[in-house]
């Protein structure tokens, strides 16, 4: 027996390499109605959508297990000789949890079959811990968004609709989401027609899930059908509002083939399919409850008329030209309902294939696709120059197989058959590929077009001095260098016409004011623009744009100046398997997976300044040696020729020569190019990267995919043909391994789960092999006799620690130790501040031993995989019939979700960058101890209620941090510093339907307190040179109470409509309304004593803390969604073969009231509108000096009402649903 359960085990596991799959289990009891005696050998038999899933009998005790069944809505046919068939419609089944029905059959054989519609349990033993929402109950809530759904679970924040989530004080990217078992990378969007369930598990998780600290939300989408249907929907705002939202949805379901019985007829279906698609366009997704302002339109087109205007200077008889932007008024802007230029379109499909061969095999092939371009939000861009936001594209795509076996009990094995029950596996293989792209939508990869403003040729001529010629000892007039004499525009063929207007009306307004050049040696006509010193930063040169305006709003045409793509994989293979085993039900699964993530961003603007400065910079000096001479009378005229010194020439200069047959000596006028001339393969990696232009890594530094392995030595030495060096940085590919095992059991009346849950994360890049010293250094075990006189190593200094001395380069004694992060003096004395090392130096700066000081290459070393065990623990016990008490304990780890990325880059330029921040890629998992204790009562036939404590301890989370006393510097990285605990308390009252009405409503109290809210909420902090915060505040997400409320009140239709009659007309069978309304006390925030320019941008500034950290609070929220509907149908066809057609209309109202929520508030006043400033009197002398000051007020009022520090306004939707 013991060796057939070890080779069943052994089997298991080999063959399920390792997958995780979502699905639960029905279990329950068949008994004699009226002796109550059990059935045994009872045919029990699962279908979903008229197909048949699972079938078992009962054992001796009439006790039935069908696993695995994927989430969903069952029927249950429970049939026995003897026996009326009961058929128990509807049963939900959960991802991971136990459904428990028990079905009475009544004796007799004439007996007709008993249809029950199943009623929601009042009490779950097995689902306490979450919450699950059906395909009906999402149909009829006022949301398409899975994470506003996930919302109304007790313990989960949200900030507004469609938002990210919290669960139970743990910051948003600690929670993880899954679409029929693969986890999502890249867009979670599906077709709400394709969603089965969607289930939200906020504690108590198995051991099952892992790499999430906060919670679980598991999405099911719908499988194939045993008979043909469909449906289309068509939703729309346009009639209510200037949002414009648009919506035409549909999906189809039905058998391909069919088995064929041995009567020629047809049976279940053996391969079906699943689709549905959805596709939006909307004018402005995410609108603001007080609109936004924006310039009229005729006043717009004035503007671009007239982009300057000339005012004399009040300090001389000149001229000078100003913005026209700047004497804007109040009267020239309106406010709208909707943001200009955020539109946003795309679709999503997802399908699904069902292949069975037999009821104990099954094979399912699926997936999803989402393609969306969106135009985001720029709120400095939206008072003038909305017509140039940018533009993103996001493609996600993933796809699964998934394979499932179920073993029988052995035939003629009586000890087998009693002892292994239940068993199987599945095996499933997923990819998921995610593209993202953001780009100015005029000009996409076109690099050089970003800045391009247009043609300018610059005209230049020797200036002369008189003096002697050094290298001939002729007096005469000598040449000393070139001058621009005349600078020509051509806007005619610009790529940015609007960018050409700033510079062509300089152009004109400089020749019609009879303005001076000021350029040294401009002489002449006045008018006439001669170096590019004479744009005065109002006319543009290529790479440039136009003046912002106050520091409030960029001016109208300013073009967006970036361009990025993004790559993220996901390949993973799991493998789950269970076996019952007598008391025992035994799980257990295997989990790999591997991420590739590349990443380009370039500054394209910047590219043309960069251009500008790296061409003819190794001609700028004249071949003094070589004079050259024109008798001019008394006395010479001496000149030379440029003096060609290749040693400073650039790569772009070289590139750019030798593209287009330039001598080496002739002067590259580079603002004369067209873009299409340029490209960014002609700069090294080098230039690029000194002047922060590129960013990147599994692409090269000119944005081509990088396909082979690169190390970190590859990085610092390989150059191309060229001898530049390559500074290739390859895809970020960790690698994620997990194992578990659980099982559950029942003592007397407690039912057990135990866990083990095993993570192995590695990083599978090089890490810095010191985070305190860059290079190599000499360790207390190393000869150490360089140093002048004596030396003795002090007693407790271990060989590994790093020894520091007085003199880099000449080091005649020891002042000290490093033990990590641990410092001692040179007496082997612990030490609180190294600062004492580093007086202790002949420079005052921290100085480590170093093996060669001359050494300029970091040194780096392999990423050692991290390995963390995680135990769950949970049980529950009936106090009655009526009521239960549970509790669990968890630890969930989740690895490092930002920041652990090794950039080498950031170590190439280190020492010269002030405050330089750097990744850290040896960062750790991150930690949750979870506890729970809960009681659950029916309060009545058709309520409960459920009380719940928590306590959570989230530790070794990610926060900002200065390695302070690092050599060559200090520097700003990431570190696994930070803790929070958060405590609370959930009621839940549950009420299934009785009557007309069906409700849930929860409350949570909670206390999340912590040293960090995000992992850079303390860069300011530390950036000051303050430590990082050691005592817990309120976490920025610390809603103290929640509320939430979904109601449903409906009317049946037939016999059971109760609703009234009009005309003998059932005027509201089929038709009710949903409401969910969530009310939340304000989230924290600092006041700040005094007044700051909250408005501008660029401006540096400091707040002073009034209060404690976060000891403030927004104002209290309320949402009140609804969504009404009635459904009905007609019948199409012939007589003799009538269909019905279903239908389904509806209206969907999102803030039902259009409360003007506060989601932000200004620090110094509290208010949402008003930070104070322009009230202030210190303020005053600023303001008057603008340009305008009545303009400047104007537009700082508009700019500080800020449509992000309020929540969305009422939105209505109109939809229909087709259904056949």
């Not at 919450?131 to 009829?140: C, G, H, L, P």
């Not at 020729?641 to 590259?668: C, G, H, M």
């Not at 690029?688 to 590129?694: D, I, K, Q, R």
């Not at 600092?1086 to 803390?1105: K, P, Y």
Request: hydrophobic share 35%.
């Amino acid at each position: 027996m013991f060796n057939k359960l070890y080779l069943l085990l052994m089997g298991l596991i080999f063959t399920s390499s390792s997958i995780f799959a979502q699905s639960g289990s029905l279990e329950g009891k068949i008994t004699d109605k009226n002796t109550g005696e059990t059935v045994p050998f009872a045919n029990v038999v699962a279908k979903r959508n008229g197909n048949q899933i699972a079938g078992v009998t009962t054992d001796f005790d009439g006790n039935y297990t069908i696993k695995p069944l994927d989430p969903g809505t069952y029927d249950l046919i429970v049939s026995f000789v003897g026996y009326g068939q009961v058929t128990l419609e509807g049963i939900v089944v959960s991802s991971n949890k136990i459904t428990f029905r028990d079905v009475q059959l009544s004796e007799g054989i004439d007996i007709e079959e008993v249809v029950i519609k199943d009623e929601k349990p009042l009490l779950d033993p097995d689902n306490l811990g979450g919450k699950t929402v059906t395909s009906e109950e999402i149909r009829s809530m006022p949301t398409r968004s899975v994470t506003s759904v996930a919302a109304t679970a007790a313990g989960v924040y949200q900030s507004d609709e469609g938002s990210s989530v919290n669960v139970r004080g743990s910051r948003s990217e600690a929670t993880d989401y899954y679409v029929d078992g693969v986890k999502v990378r890249g867009s979670l969007a599906l077709p709400q027609s394709a969603i089965e369930q969607i289930t939200v598990m906020s504690s108590g998780l198995s051991a099952m899930y892992g790499d999430a600290t906060g919670g679980i939300i598991s999405v099911t989408s719908k499988g194939p059908s045993n008979q043909l249907y469909g449906g289309a929907e068509v939703v729309s705002s346009h009639m209510f509002d200037d949002y414009n939202y648009g919506l035409l949805g549909f999906g189809l379901s039905g058998p391909i083939y069919k088995e064929i019985k041995e009567d020629g007829s047809k049976g279940r279906a053996i391969l079906g399919y699943f689709l549905a698609g959805e596709f939006r366009n909307i004018d402005d997704a995410s609108p603001s409850a007080v609109g936004v302002w924006k310039i009229k339109d005729d006043k717009l087109e004035e503007l671009k008329e007239n982009l300057f205007v000339a005012v004399p200077n009040q300090q001389s008889s000149s001229i000078g030209l100003l913005s026209n932007a700047t004497f804007l008024r109040a009267d020239d802007f309106e406010n709208v309902q909707a943001k200009m230029n955020t539109n946003s379109s795309g679709f999503n499909l997802s399908g699904k294939l069902d292949f069975k061969p037999t009821l104990k095999t099954n094979l399912t092939l699926g997936g999803a696709v989402s393609h969306s371009v969106d135009h985001p939000f720029v709120y400095t861009y939206s008072l003038l120059n909305w017509q140039n936001n940018s533009e993103e594209e996001r493609n996600t795509w993933r796809t699964y197989a998934r394979f499932t076996q179920r073993f029988g009990a052995q035939e003629g094995d009586e000890e087998s058959a009693s002892n292994i029950k239940n068993a199987y596996y599945n095996i499933t293989v997923d990819y998921t590929r995610n593209d993202f792209e953001r780009r100015n939508p005029n000009h996409g990869q076109n690099l050089f077009r970003y800045g391009h403003v247009g043609k300018f040729n610059t005209y230049k001529d020797r200036f002369y001095t008189f003096g002697e010629d050094t290298a001939s000892g002729v007096n005469g007039f000598i040449h000393r260098g070139f001058i621009d004499t005349l600078m020509t525009f051509d806007g005619s063929n610009s790529s940015n016409p609007d960018l050409a207007a700033y510079t062509q009306q300089y152009y004109d307004m400089f020749r019609e004011n009879e303005l001076q050049s000021l350029s040294f040696g401009g002489s002449g006509n006045r008018g006439v623009i001669r170096t590019a010193n004479d744009l005065g930063e109002l006319g543009l040169l290529n790479g440039q744009g136009p003046r912002n305006v106050y520091s409030l709003y960029y001016n109208y045409g300013d073009q967006y100046g970036s361009y990025g793509k993004q790559q993220a994989e996901q390949f993973s293979i799991r493998a789950n398997g269970s076996a019952d085993i007598k008391d025992h039900a035994i799980q257990f699964g295997f989990e790999y997976e591997k991420r590739t993530d590349r990443s380009w961003f370039v500054a394209p603007n910047s590219l043309w300044g960069l251009a500008r400065q790296l061409t003819n910079f190794h001609i700028l000096e004249l071949d003094l040696a070589n004079p050259q001479f024109n008798a001019l009378g008394t006395y010479d005229q001496v000149y030379y020729d440029r003096l060609v010194n290749t040693n400073a020439q650039s790569r772009f200069d070289a590139s750019l020569r030798e593209k287009y047959n330039i001598a080496p000596d002739e002067f590259i006028d580079i603002d004369s190019y067209d873009p299409d001339q340029l490209s960014i393969d002609m700069f090294s990696a080098d230039e690029l990267n000194e002047n922060g232009l590129v960013s990147y890594y599994g692409y090269d530094y000119k944005g081509d995919e990088l396909n082979s392995a690169t190390s970190i030595e590859d990085f610092f030495s390989e150059t191309n043909d060229n001898g530049d060096f390559t500074r290739n940085i390859g895809a970020f590919e960790p690698i994620y391994t997990a194992g578990y095992i659980q099982d559950k059991f029942a003592f007397d009346d407690l039912i057990f789960s135990i866990g083990l849950r095993v993570d192995r994360y590695d990083a599978n890049q090089s890490v810095l092999a010191d985070e305190y010293c860059l290079y190599d250094a000499y360790t207390a075990s190393s000869n150490v006799a360089l140093l002048s006189g004596d030396y003795t190593r002090p007693a407790g200094i271990g060989d590994d620690y790093v020894v520091y001395v007085n003199d880099l380069d000449n080091p005649t004694e020891v002042v000290g130790y490093r033990d990590g992060q641990d410092w001692f003096d040179e007496n082997g004395e612990a030490i609180n501040d190294p600062k004492t090392l580093a007086q202790a130096s002949t420079t005052g700066q921290i100085t480590p031993y170093l093996v060669n000081s001359e050494d300029s290459i970091p040194v780096f070393k392999d990423f050692e995989p991290q390995t963390d065990f995680s135990p769950r623990i949970s049980f529950s016990f009936p106090i009655s019939d009526e009521a239960q008490f549970f509790a669990h304990y968890d630890v969930l780890t989740q690895r490092p979700p930002t920041g652990n990325r090794l950039n080498p880059i950031s170590y190439l330029y280190l020492a010269e960058t002030v405050n330089a921040f750097v990744n850290n890629p040896n960062l750790k998992s991150e930690k949750t101890v979870d506890f729970e204790l809960g009681f659950a009562q029916t309060l009545n036939l058709n309520s409960s209620l459920t009380l719940s404590a928590f306590y959570r301890e989230l530790r070794d989370m990610i926060q900002v941090v200065k390695t302070n006393y690092s050599y060559p510097v200090s520097y700003l990285t990431y570190g696994n510093i930070d803790f929070s605990t958060v405590k609370g308390f959930s009621a839940l009252y549950e009420m299934r339907r009785s009557g007309n009405v069906s409700m849930s409503a929860n409350y949570t109290l909670q206390f999340a307190n912590g040293t960090g809210s995000s992992s850079s909420s303390a860069l300011s902090l530390v950036n000051t040179g303050q430590p990082n915060l050691r005592t817990t505040i309120p976490l920025s997400y610390d809603q103290r109470h929640a509320f939430n409320l979904s109601m449903d009140y409906r009317f049946d239709s037939g016999k059971d409509y109760n609703g009234p009659v009009w005309f003998n007309k059932q005027v509201f069978a089929d038709a009710g309304a949903n409401f969910i309304i969530i009310a939340g006390s304000g989230t924290p925030y600092s006041r700040q004593s005094n007044i700051t320019q909250d408005g501008a941008f660029g401006i540096n500034q400091r707040s002073t803390l009034d209060g404690s950290l976060n000891g403030s609070r927004n104002p209290w929220t309320v949402r009140i969604n609804t969504k009404i509907n009635k459904r009905f149908s007609i019948d199409v066809g012939q007589l003799d073969n009538k269909k019905k057609l279903g239908f389904n209309v509806y209206l969907q109202v999102q803030n039902l009231l259009n409360t003007k929520n506060v989601r932000s508030v200004y620090r110094a006043t509290g208010n949402p509108d008003d930070d104070g400033y322009l009230s202030d009197a210190s303020a005053q002398t600023d303001i008057n000096a603008q340009n305008d000051p009545q303009s400047f007020r104007d537009m700082y009022m508009m700019k500080i009402n800020n449509p992000s520090n309020y929540s969305l306004p009422r939105m209505a939707r109109l939809g229909i649903e087709i259904n056949f």
